[in-house]
């Protein structure tokens, strides 16, 4: 059984003022190629690390710059060379436009808590800033409806969830560059933070769209009936789900007293687990709050079975307990097929969504998980995850939780449907 990857084209629209820059971008990232190569082969000493890495301001500080940016670009390129501590962001402005080069160390997508050099040059795409914006205006009623206090601290819940900015990026490096490739990164922006709360939040907009059509759409169409309610959404609006689903996720994670976090660390599998689950639910319980605002005209409807479609494409990853996010969209699923949400249809083989029931569902679930972390019951959190049973893998063959149904270990298992995905950047017309 070979998984599968799908190749696709990624055309993005450079502004001529602009070429040189993402030439010189783009050769920054080569160099954090051979940076991330090195790594892998665990040959990097510090003199070499050094001297690629000092290559990075030289490139940079013989690029063309527009005039009025070459101040603040001069002074991005010396923090450069001070050394950075996760990630870093250079930006320019030219006109509408802005590009943005992001540079430096992320965790790795497999789980292993090791930092490899990672970077993405992109345009920024500022189409959608005001549906974060409407989102955010109705923090305070989600709270309210979830019977939680929305403030912390004399801190609102805005203020502590990261700030999301959006990219079509035209070129991935190192870490970003990975068969699983993420479709967004959080850093610092400069000084040490806990690692669950950075407040920046970079999403590729143009790759998590793609991915989107590419291998979820696929997966809906096999496996949701009623899939056909999804397949006619355009590209913006994709971006616009994906986004809503996506600012739901981040604001969960700051929602409700977590005294679990007490209890355990951070670091704790099942800890991570019940926090991506929280926020999951959060996510999906806020949709409804949009219904007559930026979901109305049957969006509500078509957001739900865009989220359970991504929920199956985490499932497929399988491994869940290398990746928290994964192992959450696992215990969703057998949630909902418990409280009948989600049926099988051994007739069709697809899975049917019961929307009154599934609402339902994510009520109970959303505030079931928001008292696991306002008690602090690390009893009662480590109980719920293995309530479905054992997560870990079958066996080297079948990535599925040993105690998966047979039929979802059909659909982890299809490799018909691709299983990653990579992309042919096209930057010249
Ligand atoms: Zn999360």
Redesign the pocket.
């Given at each position: 059984m070979r998984r599968r990857t799908s190749l696709v084209d990624i055309p993005v629209d450079i502004p001529k003022e602009l070429t040189d820059l993402s030439e010189s971008f783009a050769d920054v990232l080569l160099n954090i190629g051979s940076l991330y190569e090195l790594q892998l082969k665990g040959d990097l000493p510090v003199g070499v690390e050094n001297g690629i890495w000092r290559e990075i301001p030289k490139r940079l500080g013989i690029t063309e710059i527009p005039e009025t940016q070459k101040d603040k670009f001069e002074e991005q390129i010396q923090t450069l060379e001070k050394g950075i501590f996760d990630l870093y962001p250079i930006t320019v402005n030219c006109g509408e436009s802005e590009m943005d080069l992001i540079i430096g160390k992320v965790f790795s997508s497999e789980g292993d808590s090791v930092s490899y050099y990672s970077g993405a040059a992109g345009l920024a795409n500022n189409n959608y800033i005001n549906v974060i914006d409407q989102f955010d205006s109705k923090l305070e009623t989600l709270c309210q409806k979830l019977s939680v206090r929305s403030l912390d601290d004399g801190e609102s819940i805005k203020d502590k969830a990261p700030e999301i900015k959006c990219l079509d990026v035209f070129s991935l490096a190192g870490g970003l560059d990975v068969s699983h490739k993420p479709i967004c990164v959080f850093f610092s922006g400069g000084g040490p933070e806990n690692i669950s709360s950075l407040s920046n939040l970079t999403v590729f907009l143009n790759l998590y769209s793609a991915r989107f059509r590419v291998l979820t759409m696929a997966i809906a169409k096999r496996y949701l009936s009623g899939f056909e309610i999804i397949e006619g959404l355009s590209d913006s609006e994709i971006s616009k789900l994906l986004l809503i689903w996506l600012r739901g996720?981040?604001v969960?994670?700051f929602i409700g007293e977590d005294r679990l976090g007490d209890k355990m660390s951070e670091f704790d599998m099942d800890y991570m687990i019940l926090?991506?689950l929280k926020?999951d639910m959060i996510a999906l319980y806020s949709f409804r709050l949009f219904s007559d605002d930026f979901l109305n005209n049957g969006l509500l409807e078509k957001i739900y079975y865009l989220s359970v479609a991504e929920m199956l494409r985490y499932i497929r990853r399988g491994n869940v307990l290398k990746h928290?996010?994964s192992a959450s969209a696992y215990l969703a699923w057998c949630y909902f097929e418990r409280s009948g949400a989600i049926k099988y249809d051994p007739g069709c083989g697809k899975f049917k969504i019961e929307l009154l029931l599934f609402g339902d569902a994510v009520s109970e679930f959303s505030k079931e998980l928001l008292s696991i972390f306002s008690e602090g019951d690390a009893e009662r959190a480590r109980e719920l995850v293995k309530r479905f049973g054992n997560l870990q893998t079958t066996n080297e063959n079948d990535p599925s939780p040993r105690d998966c149904s047979e039929t979802l270990r059909e659909v982890i298992k299809d490799t018909d449907i691709a299983h990653y995905i990579d992309y042919n950047f096209i930057t010249d017309k």
């Open positions: 996720h981040d969960g994670h926090h991506e926020s928290p996010d």
